[in-house]
């Protein structure tokens, strides 16, 4: 070995040594962060504020099923009462009355601070009257035993209008106690976990509790039919995670083991093998530690994007072992020479090949999405890493005394095929216009234009999430008016005159409803004037006396009514720590929300039956109150508009990619007529694929524009091969057996990503893995003198 050679292997064992070493301290994850915006927007930072730590991601919703509706409602009692003592877990709610007592003793000790219809009209004698006729007409109802040991200290029924008020959203279906689905065939609980939905290491360790205590429960006197459903975000986001780190292993190990055996098959060497898997095990930490240092963290996806970009790698060495002179003689010249060869004749259509990647992949790190730059900085950082590994370092490792597989009787058969193949131009031709009709017809229907399109959730668990959410009434937080102020008070005020706006448009029918932070905890200025409401004593016993003239009702019972209100009179306004252990504290908690250095508000809409409200109107309607900082947001529709955003940047970003690679290839080759016939036969592989795809009803998502980059970064050597074969008057056996074996190991690598259940590595093994066969295919079929 000269000297040439072992510095370059010192600095390759250095560059290994120190991408361990990073490797090591990489952060990996599974969550969504790679599907977030990397500089949101107020109505983008408010939708990754509700996916990160809002109360819909911290919710857990669960199903008892199985068995008979009494053995339900006892496992959900037992269950409630386990989690109720679990720290991991803020609240549990199964209709059970437990901690009702001193929600009801809050609301009447401070109902003059909470109720809405506080206000000086309402202690008025024609108000008072009309409160205590409302009240006596309630003892006609299911209520009348509550109401009327309660009417001596509240004739006016303030506390009832509370209750009211604060159970006005819908309302689970109740049986033996506990909630029920509508069907009755399933107990529902719901659990919301003080971990931030985001967390996903917590809201395992939070599933995996509520999985034990269920067994727990479930063994001594339950039966063996009855069993546990979950649903919401926690449950979902471990799930992907251990989807996506389940199969990128399993996919991935298949894949590397498959591609293995064909090497050994073709190779006939363990030592060639092991030496061909070099660069692309180099490439592969390379990647990683590119993104680990570009981004931070680096996403489960991008892992399984990477270990499939090993079947593309592998072609480099491939090139190396299959078309240098020692792979055809097996002894011989001595090592300089072949690899001087090899240099000369193959390298610089590998280099080109490189670099049409690279450029092609360079468009993605100007995305927004930052899933998309980590898959194009990954795909740069692996493909350039092993090619420069594969021509500076592998040549130098390979013995004196290497043999390969005599291939030849292979070799000389692939050019009379490849000759035969150019009668089939005209079909290649008719399948490319057949390819344009559909896409040109299908144009404005085959692109998934939904962010859940990316979700590996199943549609089987969003369908039974969707089914549980309307049992329990759980807030699917679609529908939002936000309030952004300086101060809890502010916010709290801001939350007020925005409701007052909303009670016109629930009026109205625009809205179903809504939830506020200013229910739970009203402003203490609003406070103050319910307090300032209330007449002194003596004014009060008149007016009293004159409202219930003609009622059944004497002066003299309602001598608590009067205590109360002279004891309110004096009352402090309520804070949120005056809350604590209420269901109150938990409603202003999670409407309620400190944001560096702010105070944000939600008030949540509901919509109707059909789940959907005039956005329109509730903007224009806000929009005219002049109030700063308070704004609507369809969590949904912002969602898929970012997602929609992120499609056309990374469509522009592709043309540009293509644009740069034809630049690349016009100043390489320096003939417009050279470029048309290495890209002609890409361009047709990409149509085909993406027009089957959508024949067979597959929509499009963001993933797809990878694979189609893929294709022609793939597909690209093989074309460079076939048009480099023609201006050296042929393309020798050599070059074609090592082309067939690169590609079978580039549509194993990647194609087995399209039996994945995760779309993102879905789309992208069913876009290159026939992309790849395609292109090779079309090139020999196009790539021709003309």
Not at 593 to 599: E, I
Not at 683 to 691: E, F, G, L, R, Y
Not at 750 to 763: D, E, Q, R, T
Request: with cysteine; proline share 5%; glycine share 8%.
């Amino acid at each position: 070995m000269n000297r040439r050679g072992s510095i370059a292997i010192a600095l390759w064992l250095a560059f290994l040594l120190a991408c361990v070493w990073l490797v090591s301290r990489a952060s990996f994850t599974a969550d969504l962060s790679a599907f977030l915006p990397r500089s949101p927007t107020q109505e983008q930072q408010l939708l990754v504020d509700q996916i990160k730590s809002g109360v819909a991601s911290r919710l857990i919703l669960i199903g008892i099923e199985g068995s008979d509706p009494a053995a339900r409602a006892r496992a959900s009692r037992d269950l409630a009462a386990r989690l109720r003592s679990d720290p991991r877990f803020l609240h549990i709610a199964n209709g059970e009355t437990l901690g009702l007592a001193r929600d009801r003793q809050v609301l009447l000790e401070n109902r003059y601070l909470l109720s809405p219809a506080v206000n000086a009209e309402r202690f008025t004698a024609a108000g008072l009257r009309a409160g205590v006729e409302d009240s006596i007409d309630l003892l006609a109802t299911s209520a009348g035993l509550f109401s009327k040991a309660l009417l001596p200290r509240d004739p006016t029924g303030e506390f009832m209008q509370l209750l009211d008020a604060m159970g006005n959203s819908q309302r689970p279906q109740m049986a033996d106690g506990v909630w029920v689905s509508r069907d009755g065939q399933r107990a529902l609980l719901l659990a919301r976990t003080r971990a931030d939905g985001a967390d996903t290491d917590a809201q395992e360790a939070a599933v995996m509790a509520l999985r034990a205590a269920f067994r727990e429960i479930a063994g001594p006197g339950l039966p063996p039919t009855i069993h546990l459903a979950l649903t919401g975000p926690g449950p979902f986001s471990v799930a992907a995670r251990a989807t996506i780190k389940g199969e990128v292993a399993t996919l991935s190990g298949l894949g590397g083991l498959i591609i293995i055996s064909i090497l050994l098959l073709v190779y006939r060497s363990p030592t060639a093998l092991l030496l061909g898997l070099l660069p692309v095990l180099s490439g592969a930490l390379a990647g990683v530690v590119a993104v680990s240092l570009g981004f931070g963290v680096v996403h489960g996806a991008t892992l399984g994007f990477g270990t499939a970009l090993m079947g593309e790698a592998i072609d480099y060495s491939i090139y190396l072992l299959m078309q240098s002179e020692r792979a055809k003689d097996g002894l011989g010249e001595p090592r300089g020479h072949w690899v001087s060869a090899w240099v000369a004749s193959s390298w610089p259509t590998i280099r080109i090949g490189v670099l049409t990647s690279v450029f092609g992949f360079a468009s993605l790190l100007f995305s927004g999405f930052p899933g998309l730059a980590q898959l194009g900085l990954y795909a740069i950082a692996g493909v350039a890493s092993a090619a420069l590994i594969t021509r500076f370092v592998l040549p130098h490792l390979l013995p004196v005394d290497l043999r390969l597989r005599d291939v030849s009787a292979l070799g000389r058969r692939l050019p009379v095929w490849v000759a035969r193949a150019g009668r089939l131009r005209g079909l290649v031709l008719m399948l490319f216009v057949a390819a344009c009709a559909v896409l040109v017809t299908k144009r404005d229907a085959m692109w998934n234009q939904e962010l859940a399109a990316l979700s590996p959730v199943p549609a089987a668990d969003q369908a039974l999430d969707l089914a549980m959410r309307a049992d329990l009434g759980a807030p699917d937080v679609r529908y939002l008016v936000v309030v952004s102020a300086a101060s809890q008070e502010a916010a709290l005020a801001a939350s007020e005159h925005a409701g007052a706006l909303l009670q016109q448009l629930e009026a109205a029918g625009v809205i179903d409803g809504f939830e506020s932070p200013a229910f739970y905890l009203p402003s203490q200025a609003t406070q103050r004037q319910r307090l300032a409401s209330l007449p002194p004593d003596a004014e009060l016993r008149r007016r009293l006396k004159a409202a219930l003239a003609d009622l059944p009702l004497r002066p003299d019972r309602l001598e608590p009514f009067l205590a109360d209100v002279a004891k309110a009179r004096s009352q402090r306004p309520l804070t949120r720590s005056d809350l604590d252990g209420t269901s109150l504290a938990q409603g202003v908690d999670a409407l309620l929300l400190p944001s560096t250095g702010r105070w944000t508000a939600l008030l949540p809409l509901r919509a109707g039956s059909d789940h959907v409200l005039d956005a329109a109107r509730v903007r224009a309607a806000l929009a005219k109150t002049g109030l700063a900082g308070v704004y609507f947001v369809d969590i949904k529709g912002e969602s898929d508009r970012l997602y929609q955003g992120y499609l056309r940047e990374a469509i522009l970003l592709s043309l540009g990619g293509l644009a740069a690679i034809l630049g690349l290839l016009l100043a390489t080759t320096r003939s417009l007529a050279r470029v048309f016939r290495i890209v002609a036969p890409l361009v047709v592989a990409v149509a085909v694929v993406i027009a089957s795809l959508v024949l067979l009803g597959q929509p499009l998502i963001l993933l797809h524009l990878v694979g189609m980059l893929l294709v022609v970064a793939v597909g690209s050597n093989y074309a460079l091969f076939f048009d480099r074969g023609i201006e050296a008057g042929g393309i020798s056996p050599r070059t074609l057996a090592s082309l067939l074996l690169a590609t079978s190991t580039t549509v194993v690598g990647f194609g087995i990503l399209a039996f994945s259940s995760v779309p993102v590595l879905n789309a992208i093994g069913a876009t290159v893995g026939p992309g790849a066969i395609l292109a090779l295919l079309f090139s020999a079929i196009l790539v021709r003198r003309t």
